[in-house]
């Protein structure tokens, strides 16, 4: 039998710095995990490791709301209702509006 040598593959561990940046160009400027991960210069294959393990683990997380109650619908009136508007991006808060 003839045996193979193979090589093996040698992982570079990516800066907390660049995961860092990937996540904020994909999430909040809106780039595409191929485009970000062509500007820091990454494979394609670990760039979107790293954005599905982002999401897996702090964006999808963070989606616990405090309230029990199912959302009603109300008839419009000029009436002010005391509703709360929240929005996240990548798992973080961005706004919060009283309607």
Known sequence: MIEQIQQKRTYSKISPSIKKALIQKVFQNGFKIKQAAQQLK???????????????????????FSSNKPCLILPLENKKRNIVVVSLVAGKLQNQNEV
């Not at 990454?42 to 616990?64: C, D, F, G, P, S």
């Open 42 to 64: 990454l494979k394609y294959a670990t760039a979107k490791t790293i954005i599905l393990l982002y999401r897996k683990k702090v964006v999808r997380k963070k989606l616990i």
